[in-house]
């Protein structure tokens, strides 16, 4: 008999659309605004008797908790709402202190037994949710000349053990190394030494007449396993900067051969992230230099609390930043901020074998960063191109007697403000970047704005719902109903799968969902118009139903195969949101042919096939 | 109903072709008036309780060590967006709004700050436009293969006259173009794309029921029979893109105004460009039903 599934088509049907309602469903249960524990040290952890603490913190200061629970992550406190949320981190942070990390985040609601299938509602991607994104580049030039400036020390020494005598040795910006000598037979004979002790740089001879030059460079695999190891590094820094953040859900990732994504949902003080991202302080020890030290092994360093004082360092460092394990910021005696820092072993008896030889003289804590200033420079064909040029800062903030011999912990003093001390043990904790980065993009959109994004494109898809399914019904009127209930089923089946998927939610997405309604009704219209050609042409309606599904469905699917190629491009190419659209436009392509074209006909099938003749309402 | 489709072809040839002209022109002398996303720099956006005076603003600003700096309303007139072309600064945003907050007398919030450094702009626009070009190639490679070259050549004509129109009235009415636009052409790419497969089926359909029937009357009556879904679909989208530009907010109004004009041009393209092309290649039975096999002749004794 024409149109008639067989019962298995059916119940196939049906455990589709059941588990795309079971897995969309989730999206309906909002989020709750939220604060999530958790700690950095192993030797803390989140129990019942922090959130007893942080419990009674909340009733003192008045701010209702809807809910209180350990999880394996750490702690969650809901609030019922986010004005609430925002006014508790303070105070939670105050009541647990250091040595716990609050951050702001939403929890779903989804009940349990939705959650234990594996059901959750989609992501929200950062223009619904509020958030920071980053785009960060890391300074590969600087990374080549940073590892130079390391080579060069270690060839100096090269040379003087093989008492080579050169005059100077200087790095250039564009990572090239010139070393120069006044005679011929030196430089043929640093040469054979480098050649021998380097190998993994290329070295290039030339002179002017009376002056001799060596100029090292990398190789190209030299050159590229640096590059890759200074954003391999600084990944490695970044994400753990960005946990010391206490940031839930945050995104650290690599984007292209030197470019760093960094994306935080609901951080609200964005200055703070910045300052805490892009830093690129290190500590550096050294003791004072002698009276008769050699000019040529001291540096003259200011004091960065602006006094204008200097003092006189030696240039071997003791150790640096590298080689602290932890580091914790508190007050000294006389409610000054302080750092306790712990170095790791190598560290630590590397202190020790210096300062037990050198007690009574002075050691220095220099402050290092690292920046960039950029300038604009209009080049000959009158283009204007951002200029970078990189350089370091340091500045003692402590010059201090050694009492004794240190060991692998102490403290150091001397900070201008608790900030200042609490973000340069993160700093240390976190470990330095191996190449300074700067920002090429950022986009910060305020919770209001989410907000607003999200009822905005609820209130159109709604809209947008509702004015295509009166259309349809007007003009087709049964058939019509067939297809809303389709087009409904497709929009629970698309964010069943957008659920599944766990895709990110945004503007355009939704956009691209709303779209999908105007576009997905296409293949209904295509089978109906058909079925009223065949009508006309004089079939009866059984064949008139059956030829009309199968002519249209070669131009359906080549139809949709065609968008579907173009989605795909545009997933490619576009960035963040604009990919968002590209997401649930494919899948919406995809939901939309298996509704319109399966769903709709089992709909038909069941009210009119198998029966004679009967008129069609279409 | 049989509307006579083909017999306008020449005015209408005409007509798409003076469109295609004075939007490559608008396109060579004016340019696209590209966003922040194309050309980098700042903006920031914010809402304040009580509307403004953008000229207060302005003065506010211009006290500010600003450069070029642009204030504009943003949908509404209490939401209000400052682009300048300062360099970079992780505080700049915050140094805007305090500003603006004139020692905290006024009541103004954030609602986004971006920046976009200048080389990301312009990677952007590169990819943007090879995005584009690569859209065009693949459908003309599915288009050849699934039906006919001469089908691909029409289609990808049709794409491009549509791409280069929606383009040249951004170009010409001043509206921004940013990477949501962007986005908004190539899914133009793919409705029209849609619309023009779905004549085209027909027309191949028919070159091999109607064996009688000479091209361009069968290519008029192919449109005829598809009009009626052509119309229906433009029309369930064209009210859904409706309400995204009056209800989808203002970040997403040129996205939407972009789809519109597309799913214009896309439906009045399918209907006449398209099939005009065809005939223009001179379309045949035999381009698209093979020839009858030889061998077969062969066997008979």
Sequence with gaps: ?618 | MNIKFMAMRKIVAMFSMALVLISLGSLAVKGLKFGLDFTGGSLIEVQYSVAPQLDDVRTLLADGDYSDVTVQNFGSSTDVVVRMGNAYTPTLGDEVLSTLRNNGDVDVELMRSEYVGGQVGEELREQGGLGMLLALVIVMVYVAVRFQFKFSVASVVALAHDVIITLGIFSLFDFEFDLTVLAAILAVIGYSLNDTIVVCDRIRENFRIMRDTPPTELINDSINQTLDRTIITSMTTLFVLLVLFFYGGESIHNFSLALLIGVLIGTYSSIFVAANLLLAQNITREDLVPAPKEELEDDMP
């Design chain 1, 1 to 618: 008999m024409l149109n008639k599934y067989p019962l298995w088509k059916y119940l196939l049907i049906l455990l589709v659309i059941a588990l795309g309602v079971i897995y969309a469903l989730p999206n309906l249960y909002p989020d709750d605004p939220a604060l999530q524990l958790s700690t950095q040290k192993s030797t803390t952890v989140v129990d019942q008797r922090t959130l007893a603490t942080a419990e009674k913190a909340l009733q003192d200061a008045g701010i209702e908790l809807k809910e209180a629970e350990v999880t394996s992550a750490g702690g969650t406190l809901r609030f019922n709402s986010g004005e609430d949320q925002l006014a508790a981190k303070p105070v939670i942070s105050a009541a647990l202190g250091e040595s716990y990390v609050v951050a702001l985040n939403l929890v779903p609601t989804t009940p349990d037994w939705l959650s234990s299938i594996g059901a959750g509602p989609a992501k929200l991607g950062l223009d619904l949710r509020g958030g920071v994104h980053f785009l960060l580049e890391v300074d590969t030039p600087a990374a080549l000349k940073q590892r130079l400036d390391v080579a060069a020390s270690e060839m100096k020494n090269a040379m003087r053990t093989e008492r080579i005598r050169y005059r100077s040795v200087e790095v250039s910006n564009n990572a090239v190394m010139s070393i120069r000598f006044l005679r011929e037979a030196d430089q043929q004979a640093a040469l054979d030494v480098l050649e021998d002790q380097f190998p993994e740089y290329v070295y290039n001879t030339t002179d002017s007449g009376n002056e001799f030059f060596v100029d090292v460079s990398f190789t190209e695999a030299a050159s590229a396993e640096v590059e890759a190891y200074a954003l391999q590094q600084n990944l490695t820094t970044l994400r753990n900067r960005v946990n010391e953040l206490g940031v839930a859900e945050p995104l650290v990732q690599r984007q292209g051969s030197n470019r760093i994504v960094v994306e935080l949902p609901g951080v609200q003080d964005t200055a703070a992230a910045k300052r805490i991202i892009g830093a690129t302080a290190n500590l550096e020890f050294r003791l004072e230099a002698g009276l008769d030290a050699n000019a040529g092994d001291v540096d003259t360093l200011t004091f960065r609390d602006g006094s204008g004082r200097t003092a006189r360092l030696e240039r071997d460092i003791i150790i640096t930043g590298d080689s602290v394990s932890d580091a914790s910021s508190s007050f000294d005696e006389n409610g000054r901020p302080q750092v306790n820092i712990s170095l790791d072993g190598k560290g630590g008896s590397q202190m020790a074998r210096v300062t037990r030889t050198a007690v009574g003289r002075n050691m220095a804590v220099v402050f290092i960063e690292h920046k960039s200033r950029s300038r604009f420079v209009e080049g000959e064909d009158g283009k204007v191109t951002e200029v970078r040029r990189s350089y370091s800062e340091r500045g003692i903030i402590s010059l201090a007697t050694i009492q004794t011999t240190l060991g692998n912990s102490f403290r150091i003093t001397g900070l201008d403000s608790p900030r200042e001390s609490s973000e340069l043990a993160l700093l240390l904790r976190a470990g330095a970047l191996a190449a300074p980065i700067y920002f090429v993009e950022e986009r910060t959109i305020g919770p209001s704005l989410g907000a607003e994004n999200i009822r905005l494109g609820v209130l159109s898809a709604q809209i947008g719902l509702l004015v295509v399914m009166a259309f349809m019904l007007v003009y087709y009127k049964v058939f019509g109903l067939f297809a809303n209930i389709s087009l409904g089923l497709n929009i629970v089946l698309l964010m069943a799968c957008m659920s599944l998927m766990s895709a990110t939610l945004t503007l355009p997405g939704i956009a691209g969902i709303v779209l999908t309604m105007g576009m997905a009704v296409d293949a209904n219209v295509l089978i109906f118009s058909r079925i009223r050609e065949e009508l006309k042409a004089g079939l009866p309606s059984q064949q008139a139903i059956h030829s009309g599904f199968n002519r249209a469905f070669t131009t359906i699917l080549d139809a949709n195969i065609t968008t579907l190629l173009v989605a795909v491009i545009l997933f490619a190419v576009g960035t963040g949101p604009v990919k968002g659209f590209a997401v649930t436009l494919s899948l919406g392509i995809l939901t939309s042919m298996f509704t319109a074209i399966v769903v709709t006909r089992a709909q038909i099938n069941l009210v009119y096939g198998g029966r004679k003749n009967k008129r069609l309402f279409i």
